[in-house]
């Protein structure tokens, strides 16, 4: 199995490869991460943040489109599941 290095984003959703998911991004540490994939082109890491604890399997999502942006630096983007990984 291929390592990788890749941000992740912890969220309350399970997302599965091929799913689309919108976001809102309006905290500035995740709105650092994604201008960084924006900027690389590369995907970040959607892990399940649930039931007190963040889950081992998570899923890569693309940013397919930069939704808006607002003056204050949060933007709205669509990104699309891409692979399932194991932390």
């Known amino acids: 199995m291929e390592r990788q290095i890749i941000p992740?984003?912890?969220?309350?959703?399970?997302?599965?490869?091929?799913?689309?998911?919108?976001?809102h991004i309006f905290e500035p540490r995740y709105r650092e991460m994604i201008g960084e994939c924006l900027e690389s082109q590369k995907p970040f890491g959607?892990?399940?943040?649930?039931?007190?604890r963040l889950h081992s399997v998570g899923c890569t999502a693309d940013i397919m489109e930069v939704l808006k942006r607002y003056e204050d630096g949060r933007m709205d983007i669509l990104t699309r599941g891409s692979r399932r990984f194991l932390v």
């Open 46 to 52: 959607v892990l399940f943040a649930g039931e007190g």
């Open 8 to 23: 992740l984003f912890p969220l309350d959703v399970v997302l599965f490869p091929q799913m689309p998911l919108p976001l």
